[in-house]
């Protein structure tokens, strides 16, 4: 049976997560605060800003061929806060009660 999905796990963070997850996972390239896709799975073009101490901004382009499924392991920044702003389409999140267990920290 095909996958019907892109989906894999990450430690969440800073937006260089991302993009390195998203360079192991899908492929494309990672050039200082951009992240780049066009290949079999679609494309995604992601620019990251540091907008102060801990805040970061992106904006994103994406375009994949099947939903992307990623599962986010707390990291040792532990109040990382994700805003979506969609212009077309859609982002969902589902969220599960804190599990020590999977905090990077400990």
């Keep these: 049976m095909e996958k019907t999905k892109i989906d894999f796990t990450m430690t969440e963070g800073k937006c260089q ?35 102060m101490d801990g805040v970061h901004f992106v904006i994103a382009d994406t375009n994949l061929k099947e939903p992307l499924h990623i599962r986010r392991k707390v990291s040792k ?20 009660d804190f599990d020590p267990c999977c905090y990077e920290g400990k």
Excluded: P, Q
């Design 77 to 96: 920044v532990k109040d990382s806060i994700h805003i979506n702003v969609v212009k077309k389409g859609y982002v969902s999140h589902y969220f599960k």
């Design 17 to 51: 997560n991302y993009f390195e997850a998203f360079k192991e996972n899908l492929g494309g390239k990672i050039t200082d605060n951009n992240y780049r896709l066009d290949n079999h799975l679609g494309t995604m073009d992601w620019t990251a800003y540091d907008i």
